[in-house]
């Protein structure tokens, strides 16, 4: 399998459209990072965690190098934030810490759940 630009791009929104709704979610509960930044960036986390399970879970080879090509893109999609104040710059290059962390977490936990799936199909 080649990697193309569209499946990175459709799963780059699949991991951020996650966490923003996680986002939405724990804004709507009250918390944010101001009151309670331990929760809020394990939500984040968690969610991010979640969307990269997900689109690993649906690959078969070349996981790794595409979900790094995912974890950079969406990295780069926070771009913008530093333009519009949401973000500091030293954030932005510190999230990119949290992002590696996600694919790790979430790439890890598609392989394992995917070696169980293909052990329970050949017994």
């Known amino acids: 399998m080649t990697l193309n630009a569209t499946s990175v791009v459709r799963d780059t929104a ?21 009151n309670n930044s331990s929760t809020a960036y394990l939500s984040n986390l968690l969610s991010g965690v979640l969307g990269f399970t ?38 932005w290059i510190h999230s990119g810490l949290t992002i590696l962390l996600m694919a790790s977490l979430g790439g890890s936990l598609a392989m394992i759940l995917t070696l169980s799936s293909a052990v329970n199909r050949r017994t």
């Open 14 to 34: 699949i991991v951020y459209g996650l966490t923003f709704v996680a986002g939405l979610a724990m804004a709507a509960a009250g918390i944010t990072i101001e």
């Open 54 to 91: 997900l689109v690993g879970a649906r690959l078969s080879v070349n996981r790794a190098e595409h979900l790094a090509w995912v974890a950079a893109t969406l990295w780069t999609f926070n771009l913008p934030n530093i333009a519009l104040g949401v973000q500091t710059s030293s954030a």
